[in-house]
């Protein structure tokens, strides 16, 4: 199939309603206004459909999200969101302002190598019964350099007044935070961010809570 027509198709988000990676694509989609379907990969059924031979042909990382796009096929959120952003329309996800955007991926970065690899499904099922401690440590350490940072960066959104990859890094790992009983006084601006977020239609639509995969006694 040659690239033009390629555009043409839905992309196909291979993911899992509650992984904050999956989330993070989610929120990009929506803000871009894309239209894209859903294949759930269930992290925890049969040990794992991650695991499978047929995903690992998809992701050879055995990772959620994977996404099928203008006939190629990508993993990692960032590198996801980053190629929706320089190839679609819509709301910008990053600032025109080059120290702006440096900010921007900053925090994201902070976010998804600094805080959220440690505590995602893979490494709580190695550490086994201290895991709920073990995550409360990373993402408490993490916000304790994020709160700083985002005091400095803020306006109504993480950088600034306009919406950007960090809002989408941000408001899937405070979820998480929430998950594992952190106590989020500690962080006034992570909060108020977060709040602010919420309110958005694009992060409603794209919450775990209502995802095609969500299991009905959790599903909003």
Known sequence: MCASAARFIKPVLHGYFRSSCSWRVRIAFALKGIEYEQVPVNLIKDGGQQLTDQFKALNPMQQVPAVTIDGITLSQSLSIIQYIEETRPG???????????????????IISSGIQPLQNLYVLQKIGA??????????????????????????????????????????????????????????????????TLLEIEAFKVSHPSCQPDTPDDIRA
């Not at 709301?91 to 970065?109: E, F, G, N, S």
């Open 91 to 109: 709301t910008r996800l990053l600032p025109a302002d080059p120290k702006q955007r440096a900010q921007v991926r900053m925090i994201c970065d």
């Open 130 to 195: 201290e895991k709920v401690q073990w995550a409360q440590h990373f993402i408490t350490r993490g916000f304790e350099a994020l709160e700083p940072i985002l005091k400095q960066t803020a306006g109504t959104y993480c950088v600034g007044d306009e919406i950007s990859m960090a809002d989408i890094c941000l408001v899937p790992q405070v979820y998480n935070a929430e998950r594992f009983k952190v106590d989020m006084i500690q962080f006034p601006t992570i909060k108020r961010l977060n709040q």
